[in-house]
C-alpha cells in the first residue's frame, strides 16, 4: 500500500511495504509522523524543508518525495 501526503508543491510518499517500523520519523518529527493517529503523517505542523530533511533519514526507504 502506498499513500501520500502533500505539502505545498510536494507529496509525502509512504510505501507501507517497505516501513520496518524502526519509528525514527515519529521520535524525531513527533509533530507530522504520529502512528497513532489517522492519517498518521500530518503535513501541517512543519515546513518543508524539515519534511524533506526527515524524510531522508528513513532507514529503510518507505518515505519519499514526489515533485506534484
Ligand atoms: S522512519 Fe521510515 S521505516 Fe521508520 S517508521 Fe518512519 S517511515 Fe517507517
Known amino acids: 500500500m502506498i499513500k501520500k501526503y502533500n505539502k505545498e ?3 509525502v ?3 507501507a511495504e ?3 517500523h524502526a519509528g ?3 521520535r524525531q518529527l513527533s509533530e507530522v509522523f504520529k502512528p497513532k493517529e489517522r492519517p498518521w503523517i500530518n503535513t501541517d ?3 518543508k524543508e524539515r519534511i524533506i530533511e526527515q524524510v ?3 532507514p529503510s526507504g518507505a518515505l519519499t ?3 506534484i
Open 45 to 47: 505542523h512543519a515546513s
Open 65 to 67: 518525495i514526489e515533485k
Open 24 to 26: 525514527f520519523c515519529a
Open 9 to 11: 508543491d510536494i507529496a
Open 18 to 20: 517497505k516501513c520496518t
Open 56 to 58: 531522508k533519514k528513513c
Open 13 to 15: 510518499v509512504w510505501d
